[in-house]
């Protein structure tokens, strides 16, 4: 049985895991319609990882929680829950968590997925907040897993050239000094769903219909919309939860946006009226990798340094459903 409640948390240990292949802008001039000028100029994105047959959801995401796990110096049968971020799971049942729990050695241990699209690892950090500070949880994995190229369609120019590949997780444990999440704002508007969305394409018809007979979807994207969207709501929402905890924003390190593009992590910052240089980037290297942008983000920035202890960092983020949601931390 966990012990009683302790304030805040800390991140124990970070962990990813990155496909070795990677596509090109060049490469991409040879399946569509387009060049590294106009992909870089409209999105910053010079290449994304693509993952190979056997590199499912799953499996990446075990190899960046088993990372995690090594670097938080604990064994998987001490988690307590296990919380999986994904669009693209392997099976609709059993769930991605299950699945990675089972190959991790946690049997036992509760498991879930929990989907808000790409702002899927906050509100997976936002749940688990909530166990660590009722008690009922010690050591919580968060993965952040996405194979986005299974699910695009390779001859739409806007909207092949932004996905990428990956895995991120974190292990969560309580922090008696008070650090971690300082405060969250998270919400949904799905009057706007069809914004940005991919179907289940087994879920329309006659349920005796051969699904061999049915069209596989795609992520279908009103890009333009989606921008301005984005940009809104993830502004208003950091707003919010800086308000909350009554901290300026001139005192915050680091934003870690969700890395859609480049254009909307610099129209942020400006609507922000935050420093650009303080604006971690990565996209240029990994495109939008949906729930795993974050994870990512968060363990390149404290391997590279880019965090102190005791910094404040705010992460935010934007997501299909339509969703957003950001979160102070101390690190």
């Known amino acids: 049985m966990p012990s009683p409640p302790e304030a805040g948390l800390r991140l124990a240990g970070t962990g990813v895991f990155l496909p070795a ?3 090109t802008n060049r490469d991409l001039e040879k399946l569509v319609e387009t060049s590294d000028e106009w992909i870089f100029t409209r999105t910053g994105i010079r290449e994304r990882r693509i993952a190979s047959e056997k590199e499912t959801s799953t499996w990446m995401g075990v190899q960046a929680a088993q990372q995690a796990l090594s670097r938080a110096k604990i064994p998987a049968s001490a988690l307590d829950l296990i919380l ?4 693209t799971p392997e099976s609709f049942f059993p769930s991605t968590a299950c699945r990675i729990s089972a190959d991790l050695g946690a049997t036992g241990c509760p498991a879930f997925d929990l989907q808000a699209a790409c702002s899927g690892f906050v509100y997976a950090l936002i749940v688990a907040d909530q166990f660590l500070r009722s008690g009922t949880a010690r050591n919580i994995l968060i993965v952040g897993t996405e194979r986005l190229s299974s699910v695009v369609d390779w001859r739409d120019r806007n909207t092949c ?3 990428g590949d990956g895995a991120g997780a974190v292990v969560l444990q309580p922090s008696p000094d008070g650090r971690g999440i300082l405060s969250f704002d998270w919400g949904a508007d799905g009057t706007s769903a069809d914004l940005l969305h991919l179907h ?3 879920s329309r018809g006659q349920a005796t219909q051969p699904p061999a007979t049915l069209s596989p979807d795609c992520i279908v994207m009103a890009g333009k919309e989606i921008f301005k969207q984005a940009v809104t709501a993830m502004a208003e929402s950091a707003k919010r939860t800086l308000a909350k905890a009554g901290v300026s924003l001139s005192d915050v390190k680091c934003v870690i946006s969700h890395q ?4 909307i992590i610099d129209a ?3 609507k922000l009226k935050f420093p650009r240089e303080r604006c971690f980037v990565n996209v240029h290297r990994y495109g939008n990798m949906s729930a795993a ?3 990512v983000a968060l363990h390149e920035a404290g391997s590279e340094g880019t965090l102190q202890k005791g910094d404040k960092v705010l992460l935010v983020a934007f997501g299909g459903g339509l969703t957003w ?3 102070l931390l101390e690190w």
């Not at 999986?84 to 669009?87: E, G, L």
């Open 268 to 270: 942020l910052a400006e």
């Open 200 to 202: 289940n394409p087994q």
């Open 293 to 295: 942008c974050i994870p």
């Open 21 to 23: 292949r990677i596509l």
């Open 325 to 327: 949601s950001s979160a």
């Open 161 to 163: 050239v932004l996905f």
């Open 260 to 263: 859609a593009n480049i254009r």
């Open 84 to 87: 999986v971020a994904t669009v």
